[in-house]
């Protein structure tokens, strides 16, 4: 479908075009929805820009029809409602300070089409496709760049938002680009020192949920010195491995690899997905202050209990959702345990009792999936064998129900003490002991010993 038919297939944008045109505007589709167009990727998210009416005439005719969202309107940015529609207008800008937001920004429907492309990051996100005349419009050969799988930043303008260095961190593992090698020399130059966490938190999001290749992300970072701003990323560059267990190289290239399968084997589930990427890009923070050599070779003993303290830094800088935070931790200080439950066999209390740990046996058997299919294990006979029995016994995405409860207690006669919260936790510890599987023996077994 060309980018005729796109408009033209999307009733509410091509309304709004055909209104803005009418009282003189000029648009242009830019950005994502062109790019992902010559990637014959489909997109639902529209960039309009438009030249010829500031923003204020804008909402005017826009607000008769729709909801506009003018949270962004400092920056020239509007948002249709429930649309997936951004609406910008041409803007000048002057950098005021060091931070992320310290820009001057004036609104400018009439500056020239030249200067709007030149301030857009990267070439294959600066071809405009002109609706007024139906042309494509690529000075900085984006198309070509996308034909050629490369990543190019457009000018020298491209400094004004060091935030673009994640940008193209994330555009080169959601697309499997190379980076130009002027555009790595240009990221050296910047600092991510002044930046919002949160905006670098979306940018990490996005190498995590969106790409398919995530280590390149991670590599675009190292080529341009940007894991420096990372300590937590950093510190897995040059950390040896066991190369009969590990011949992919240092903990910074597997836990590339690591991230590269489950960018296959994702849930589709967002947050089910956000905790485990985060859980595994932070799986082997660790192994750093833990790794040593002897005689025997290469080891990183208590590495995932080293690792937690790190992993709640880095992801809380990030502005990471605190419950996401805090099941990515318990999987990063529990991923190495499906290996072990393997190896010895595990009882069904084994089962019981991690499930009590971790909560969610599921993301715990992909995450150790991933973890050794990052390197030369084989462990798929691992994970279903883990979630066969987690299914098995119930306890897939949750810890078993207490069978015994306060009112049981209650009925043998017990009366609601500082004891009584004691004797139900000693009691759910039994249950998932084994000692007893039902209601009538667990009333025989309170009886019994309490």
């Given amino acids: 479908m060309g980018l005729v038919s796109l408009v033209e297939n999307n009733r509410n944008l091509s309304t709004i075009i055909h209104l803005l045109h009418e009282y003189g505007g ?6 994502g929805c062109v790019r992902d167009h010559f990637l014959n990727i489909s997109s639902k998210n529209f960039d309009l820009e438009v030249f010829h009416l500031p923003s204020s005439t804008i909402i005017d005719l826009l607000k008769p029809h729709y909801e506009v969202d003018q949270v962004g309107k400092s920056y020239g940015i509007l948002k249709i409602r429930g649309l997936d529609i951004d609406i910008g207008v041409p803007r000048r800008e002057r950098k005021t300070g060091p931070l992320h937001s310290d820009f001057d920004v004036q609104e400018d429907p009439y500056l020239p089409l030249e200067d709007a492309i030149r301030r857009r990051d990267f070439t294959i996100n600066a071809i405009y496709f002109d609706l007024k ?22 000018s020298e303008r491209f400094a004004e938002d060091p935030l673009r260095v994640l940008r193209g961190m994330q555009l080169c593992a959601r697309f499997t680009l190379t980076p130009d090698p002027k555009t790595v020399d240009y990221c050296k130059t910047l600092s991510a020192q002044y930046l919002s966490a949160e905006r670098m938190g979306q940018e990490f999001t996005k190498l995590l949920l969106q790409s398919v290749e995530p280590s390149a992300g991670l590599h675009f970072l190292k080529d341009t010195g940007w894991t420096k701003f990372f300590p937590e990323i950093h510190n897995l560059i040059d950390v040896e491995q066991d190369p ?8 910074f290239e597997h836990t590339g690899k690591v991230l590269d399968m489950f960018a296959q084997n994702r849930t589709g589930i967002m947050e089910d997905d956000l905790t485990v990427s985060f859980a595994l890009l932070c799986h082997d923070f660790g192994k750093p202050n833990t790794t040593f050599r002897d005689s025997q070779g290469i080891h990183s003993y208590w590495h995932e209990i080293a690792g937690i303290l790190p992993a709640q830094n880095f992801m809380e800088r990030l502005r990471v959702p605190k419950h996401i935070v805090l099941q990515a931790l318990t999987l990063i200080q529990y991923h190495i345990e499906p290996r072990r439950l393997f190896k010895r066999q595990a009882s069904d209390a084994d089962f019981r009792r991690l499930s009590y740990n971790v909560g969610r046996l599921d993301l715990l058997a992909l995450v150790g999936y991933c973890d050794c299919a990052g390197r030369i294990d ?27 409860q306060g009112r049981h207690l209650i009925e043998l006669g017990m009366e609601p003490d500082k004891d009584f919260s004691k004797i139900l936790l000693s009691t759910y510890f039994a249950q998932l002991n084994g000692d007893f599987t039902t209601l009538e023996e667990g009333i025989e077994f309170v009886r019994r010993v309490i």
Wanted: hydrophobic share 35%; proline share 6%.
């Fill in 26 to 31: 000029h648009c242009y589709l830019v950005g």
């Fill in 133 to 154: 005349n139906q042309q494509i419009i690529d000075p900085f050969s984006g198309i070509a760049d996308l034909n050629n799988r490369i990543l190019r930043h457009t």
């Fill in 244 to 251: 009969t267990r590990h011949p992919e190289g240092d903990v």
């Fill in 378 to 404: 084989n462990n798929e006979e691992i994970c279903d064998w883990i979630l066969e029995r987690a299914r098995r016994l119930d306890i897939l995405k949750a810890p078993p129900k207490a069978i015994i």
